[in-house]
């Protein structure tokens, strides 16, 4: 399973093995955030090498998983601290088209988690507008 694969390079901060798991031409999208989206192997090498740099203790939990075909969902849990001392706490999922062991296409739907953001109802009221009387 490439989502085990990608788990214990992340874990190993091993960037070869962990971009060796994408295509040369892998297609990245991040639907919620349409201007991430990008295309290639070195950019996916480049975004972690930095996540490695800066999180020296980046760990990833996989927490569950799905294949249905040649696509693979994961649910993860990515955490560790930053040079600075900061959380580093991201949580979501990902599906991946994969071919011949290797990710051809994703899209990412991961976020920073918020700790003390606003509660449920807040949140409706303000995806809803304005309560039309």
Same mark, same amino acid.
């Given at each position: 399973?490439?989502?085990?694969?990608?788990? %214990?390079?992340?874990?190993?901060?091993?960037?070869?093995?962990?971009?060796?798991?994408?295509?040369?031409?892998?297609?990245?999208? %991040?639907?919620?955030?349409?201007?991430?989206?990008?295309?290639?192997?070195? %950019?996916?090498?480049?975004?972690?090498?930095?996540?490695?740099? %800066?999180?020296?203790?980046?760990?990833?939990?996989?927490?569950?998983?799905?294949?249905? *075909?040649?696509?693979?969902?994961?649910?993860?849990?990515?955490?560790?601290?930053?040079?600075?001392?900061?959380?580093?706490?991201?949580?979501?999922?990902?599906?991946? *088209?994969?071919?011949?062991?290797?990710?051809?296409? *994703?899209?990412?739907?991961?976020?920073?988690?918020?700790?003390?953001?606003?509660?449920?109802?807040?949140?409706?009221?303000?995806?809803?507008?304005?309560?039309?009387?």
């Amino acid at each position: 399973m490439l989502a085990e694969r990608l788990r %214990q390079a992340i874990d190993a901060h091993d960037l070869e093995a962990f971009t060796g798991c994408f295509a040369p031409d892998y297609r990245s999208a %991040q639907p919620a955030h349409l201007a991430r989206a990008f295309t290639g192997r070195e %950019q996916v090498g480049r975004n972690w090498s930095a996540l490695f740099r %800066q999180v020296p203790d980046l760990r990833a939990e996989l927490l569950a998983t799905a294949v249905a *075909g040649d696509v693979e969902w994961a649910e993860w849990h990515w955490h560790g601290t930053r040079l600075d001392g900061s959380p580093f706490d991201m949580r979501g999922v990902t599906v991946m *088209g994969i071919h011949a062991g290797e990710a051809t296409w *994703g899209h990412l739907y991961l976020e920073e988690t918020e700790q003390n953001g606003e509660g449920i109802d807040a949140t409706v009221h303000r995806l809803s507008g304005p309560a039309l009387d």
